[in-house]
């Protein structure tokens, strides 16, 4: 690929507040172009955080569906962590313009954009429910974006990480998508090789990330059929947690992490020094403790309906020798899936520092203390991925060109 003058470019589309950037920086990568837009916001806190650490990229502050593809530049892999949506197609059309999907699903932006662009690489990140959505239709989302890429000349693969298993301080779950549409890495990847081969061996993420085959799990297959719009009205299937789709057949197994190296825990990010105003005040102590307990109560629903709620208790406070839990957007309110944990140097109890989330992430400290306000810090380390993964996937692609 010398002289090709798309090389080690990257477009990055939903940018958040920069987690591809940074672990493809560090992985030898260029993003020329970069999106991000929080619809219904009058202050684009994310975009300005973004903004203000790259200044070397064409940063935009607009909805994707707005922008014409001849506005981005040619690039070689294009990047991007998507919402988890209903990805159901609305119609098809009678010509060649291909399909539409319903109103504000922003896959079909990445499938344009894919589409007018062709990038040689893709590399998306979703929640770990996508391999599953809708709950009336299993597999069925998943198999619509299969088919879309599929049609575009990609072949596709699949992970649901785990980052915990891999080292990394957070117990984050994160379905990951790699696609390539360059036929000497396809061949090289999945021509001629056992599906097991692949999945547990020399495919793009079990180099990088071991695994072995889950006790008891067998390989599946089908077949993503080629019309988009009857994946949509009637394909379902139990993706696995690992899979590849190569010319329109897939074969997915669950699989599990091998990993020997060393791994952190939620208590090696912990500040030495916080101030006052994080550490639960004792008459809250008690309130917290039942928001984290084990409870069962009877509910009436909104049609008159009396129904048995339960739901199992949450360590209270979060252990500081294993990896947290998944942080979430709504870390910064007081709320039963908020960590709390005990100050090695006060021992008392406290919530996470924005600095602290920003650690479980792999971000450097106060990188959103851009003058958004806290709780907003807090909702983006909710929403962003972990850099190390991108980074070592980032080195994965260079390897295979």
């Known amino acids: 690929m010398t002289g090709n003058p798309s090389e080690n470019k990257v477009v990055e589309l939903f940018a958040g507040v920069g987690g591809f950037h940074l672990g493809l920086e560090k992985s030898g990568w260029k993003i020329v172009l970069a999106d991000q837009w929080e619809p219904g916001k009058k202050r684009q806190w994310a975009f300005e955080c973004y903004d203000s650490h790259f200044k070397d990229s064409l940063n935009l502050n607009e909805d994707i569906s707005s922008v014409d593809a001849s506005r981005i530049p040619d690039h070689e892999l294009l990047v991007g962590g998507f919402p988890c949506q209903d990805y159901s ?20 932006e990445i499938y344009r ?7 040689r690489f893709i590399l998306l990140e979703n929640v770990d429910r996508l391999l599953k959505s809708p709950a009336k239709q299993r597999g069925r989302d998943f198999g619509i974006i299969l088919a879309c890429l599929t049609s575009l000349g990609y072949s596709i693969e699949w992970r649901m ?5 891999y080292g990394f301080p957070q117990r984050r779950r994160r379905t990951f998508i790699f696609a390539t549409m360059d036929g000497s890495v396809q061949e090289k990847l999945y021509g ?3 599906a097991d081969e692949v999945l547990m061996g020399c495919g793009f993420f079990a180099a990088v990330f071991p695994c072995e085959r889950h006790i008891g799990a067998r390989i599946s297959d089908v077949v993503i059929p080629d019309d988009v719009k009857s994946v949509s009205d009637s394909f379902r299937f139990p993706f696995e947690n690992s899979g590849y789709c190569y010319e329109g057949n897939c074969h997915t197994l669950r699989v599990e992490a091998v990993y020997n190296g060393k791994s952190m825990t ?13 550490y639960l005040k004792p008459d809250d102590e008690a309130k917290w403790q039942y928001m ?15 129904y048995s709620f339960a739901e199992g208790a949450i360590a209270f406070p979060d252990p500081l020798d294993k990896p947290s839990r998944t942080m979430l957007t709504s ?17 008392r109890l406290r919530l996470l520092t924005p600095v602290e989330c920003e650690r479980l992430n792999g971000f450097p400290d106060e990188w959103t203390n851009t003058g ?17 993964l991108v980074e070592f996937m980032g080195k994965r692609i260079q390897e295979l060109k």
């Open 266 to 278: 939620l208590g090696d990010i912990i500040q030495s020094s916080v101030p006052e105003k994080y």
């Open 89 to 108: 197609v609305a119609s098809t059309l009678a010509n060649s313009k291909g399909i539409q999907g319903k109103k504000g699903v922003l896959w079909w």
């Open 372 to 388: 958004m306000p806290e709780s907003f810090r807090y909702f983006c380390m909710g929403n962003a991925l972990v850099v190390g």
């Open 192 to 194: 001629d090789r056992k």
């Open 331 to 347: 870390e910064a309110s007081k709320n039963r899936s908020s960590h709390v944990v005990t100050d090695p140097s006060t021992g």
């Open 161 to 165: 990480i785990n980052a915990a298993d």
């Open 113 to 119: 954009i894919a589409t007018e662009k062709r990038p």
């Open 292 to 306: 984290k307990g084990a409870k069962k109560v009877s509910r009436v629903s909104a049609a008159g309906f009396e």
